[in-house]
């Protein structure tokens, strides 16, 4: 049972992943539109974020780490993470009001289609120097920066969907928009920023690697 625990919790947040798309697709912002989905969307992604860090936690202290739990844990975290982005930037977050009213920024979320282009593009990095990497028979293992990455995505995210919920375009809760827009900023320099230690750490190994022949 120790053996296949940790892999059956990455195999459950997928499912939560799944479970919390579906949720969250019924919510589409507007006036008394209901918040139950996105209440119900939070507890699902606060729930699939705790199996991330226990099937780690259980791998290591069990010594049970596979191939299995290497290759899909983060594959695992990418589809719910950039998934939820992706939601938040889609057309169920536009504010009709602030369309109309030619405002630059348009979506309740505070997250627009270029900040996943931009998070995306840092992942399929990361993701080519490590299938680099292993194919030369070098190291690749996750950094301090990558895991700091996760967590701050993964704080954020729920953060988001609660402040949507309590709604920040109200004239009460004007000040929410000002939090909303400094945690998903951060988000977004935090990701691209933890990216940089792999590619710093793929050159100095590719380059001691060619001094060694």
Known sequence: MRQHLPNLLTVLRLILAAVFFVVLNQYRYGHNAATWPLWYSTALFILASITDWLDGHLARKWRVETTFGRIMDPFCDKVLVIGAL???AGARFV??????QGEFHTMVSGIYPWMIAVVLARELLVTGIRGEME???MQFGAKLSG????IVQLAAIPIILAIVALDPHTPDHRWMTIVRTVLVYATVVVTVASGTPYIISVAISMRNQ???R
Request: hydrophobic share 25%.
């Open 86 to 88: 992706i939601y938040l």
């Open 135 to 137: 194919s030369r028979g």
């Open 147 to 150: 895991k700091l990455k996760t």
């Open 95 to 100: 504010d009709p009001k602030m369309v109309q």
């Open 210 to 212: 060619n001094d060694n």
